[in-house]
């Protein structure tokens, strides 16, 4: 791990992004969300225990844990993410699963290119290419943040493949 830390400091970033999914609601949000959802299922229990339907209390309570239960779901995969780095040194892609496992993978800078996958009817795949290996990027994207995503990596690369010096003997 230090060669790692040390290494990514010898050699300044020139690209660095920070993807995750999405979410429109956090973690207030989502208890103010519950709580509505259990008020109203309290208040439809309640008629229906005064009606004497009993069978729907059992149905109502069920559709509220699995509502919570799915929400929660849906929030644990929020905690995805992928870095992307690029240094003079090559790219690093790292991938973090919801559950905190982590896959690293480096590729060479000398031959990266970034590909655009249209499908009909679905999102661009954005792929990072060079003559060894393809790795999709920004999955969880949608599609305006690959499009945004796919330049900035042109860009980048664009800036890897021909760097400009500064020469002090040219100043004025």
Known sequence: MAETIEHAIAAPPIFQAVLTPYRSMGRRGMFVVFGLMAAGSLLVTSL?????????????GADLILAITLYAMNMRAARASEVILLTNDGLTITRTTPRGRRSVVTMAPAWLRVQIEENAGSNPIVTIVNRDARHIVGADLGEAERRDLAEALRGAFARLHSPRFDNVQTRE
């Open 48 to 60: 229906m225990y005064v009606l004497g339907a009993f069978p729907v209390i059992g149905f109502n």
